[in-house]
């Protein structure tokens, strides 16, 4: 069942309301970091979910051996091809162009389709320290970091981390499982661990930034479904360029995520909802956190 706007909480509405003189780039500029061979799809659907999302601009950098596929893929976002490997993933190489990139943004999305290649998990070691702009980490930008969480820790802008149970046992070692409290507990030991503002994905999601945490109202078994997180990455990213407090931003995020999904599931069933569903929802979920 949708939301109703009514049950929307007042602190989460906090996206400003836009002025009549308004141009694209007072509402974001967002890089997306991500692709490799066989998952061009993870960096579309971030990018679509940043535009829906009130992004004014969104730039994706990828390998470009799936630059053809994608940039087909999304006709609203501009693009960066990079040095790929032969195996079609980012490489160190990319580094210079990739600082370029991030410094031309205002915020900086990493992850969505990497992949797990050795030289990709090198080049994100020596990125993700230097990227000078918000940052929110998902996917294989997690799983770079496995087992090494502080290596996050000491960015001067604010990081966002958007990992699954899975992706949390990776970097942390921590086993939560379903119920509430180990949950919570397990997101505030990564925020702290990483100095950043996490969302437990999952069934009530847990948003923490170490000292506060929150769980999340919306969603539904319908977004059980490949590329929901791609979703949110996208989503969170448009956020922080307009809402600067990063835990605020991340409650809108997955609250709107999750109302999206309730928007899908009550229009559709939750059986067969898909990522590309969330998006078209964005929009209407969103507009009910408008100041």
């Given at each position: 069942?949708?939301?109703?706007?009514?049950?929307?909480p007042?602190?989460?509405?906090?996206?400003?309301?836009?002025?009549?003189?308004?141009?694209?780039?007072?509402?974001?500029r967002?890089?997306?970091?991500?692709?490799?061979?066989?998952?061009?799809?993870?960096?579309?659907?971030?990018?679509?979910?940043?535009l829906?999302?009130?992004?004014?601009?969104?730039?994706?950098?990828?390998?470009?051996?799936?630059?053809?596929?994608?940039?087909?893929?999304?006709?609203?976002?501009?693009?960066?091809?990079?040095?790929?490997?032969?195996?079609?993933?980012?490489?160190?190489?990319?580094?210079?162009?990739?600082?370029?990139?991030?410094?031309?943004?205002?915020?900086?999305?990493?992850?969505?389709?990497?992949?797990?290649?050795?030289?990709?998990?090198?080049?994100?070691?020596?990125?993700?320290?230097?990227?000078?702009?918000?940052?929110?980490?998902?996917?294989?930008?997690?799983?770079?970091?496995?087992?090494?969480?502080?290596?996050?820790?000491?960015?001067?802008?604010?990081?966002?981390?958007?990992?699954?149970?899975?992706?949390?046992?990776?970097?942390?070692?921590?086993?939560?499982g379903?119920?509430?409290?180990?949950?919570?507990?397990?997101?505030?030991?990564?925020?702290?661990?990483?100095?950043?503002?996490?969302?437990?994905?999952?069934?009530?999601?847990?948003?923490?930034?170490?000292?506060?945490?929150?769980?999340?109202?919306?969603?539904?078994?319908?977004?059980?479904?490949?590329?929901?997180?791609?979703v949110?990455?996208?989503?969170?990213?448009?956020?922080?360029?307009?809402?600067?407090?990063?835990?605020?931003?991340?409650?809108?995020?997955?609250?709107?995520?999750?109302?999206?999904?309730?928007?899908?599931?009550?229009?559709?069933?939750?059986?067969?909802?898909?990522?590309?569903?969330?998006?078209?929802?964005l929009?209407?979920?969103?507009?009910?956190?408008?100041?």
């Amino acid at each position: 069942m949708a939301v109703p706007e009514s049950q929307v909480p007042v602190e989460l509405r906090v996206i400003p309301r836009r002025p009549r003189t308004a141009h694209k780039g007072d509402f974001g500029r967002i890089l997306v970091i991500g692709g490799s061979s066989g998952m061009h799809g993870a960096p579309v659907l971030a990018a679509a979910a940043a535009l829906r999302s009130g992004a004014g601009l969104v730039t994706v950098a990828l390998p470009s051996s799936i630059y053809a596929a994608a940039g087909a893929a999304e006709l609203r976002a501009t693009w960066i091809p990079l040095p790929a490997s032969r195996h079609g993933a980012l490489e160190p190489s990319a580094l210079p162009l990739l600082l370029a990139a991030c410094g031309a943004a205002d915020v900086v999305a990493v992850g969505p389709g990497l992949g797990s290649a050795p030289e990709t998990r090198a080049l994100l070691h020596e990125l993700v320290p230097r990227i000078e702009q918000p940052l929110v980490l998902d996917a294989d930008g997690l799983n770079a970091f496995a087992g090494a969480p502080a290596h996050i820790a000491g960015r001067r802008k604010t990081t966002v981390l958007t990992p699954h149970p899975g992706e949390l046992r990776r970097l942390t070692g921590n086993e939560p499982g379903p119920d509430d409290e180990p949950r919570r507990l397990a997101a505030v030991d990564l925020a702290m661990r990483a100095g950043a503002t996490v969302i437990l994905k999952g069934h009530r999601s847990v948003v923490s930034n170490g000292l506060e945490s929150h769980f999340n109202a919306t969603g539904n078994p319908g977004m059980a479904t490949g590329g929901a997180g791609d979703v949110l990455t996208g989503c969170a990213a448009a956020l922080l360029a307009v809402v600067p407090d990063a835990l605020l931003a991340a409650r809108v995020a997955a609250f709107a995520h999750g109302a999206a999904g309730d928007l899908a599931a009550a229009e559709l069933g939750e059986i067969g909802v898909t990522a590309t569903d969330l998006v078209a929802k964005l929009p209407a979920a969103l507009a009910r956190h408008v100041e």
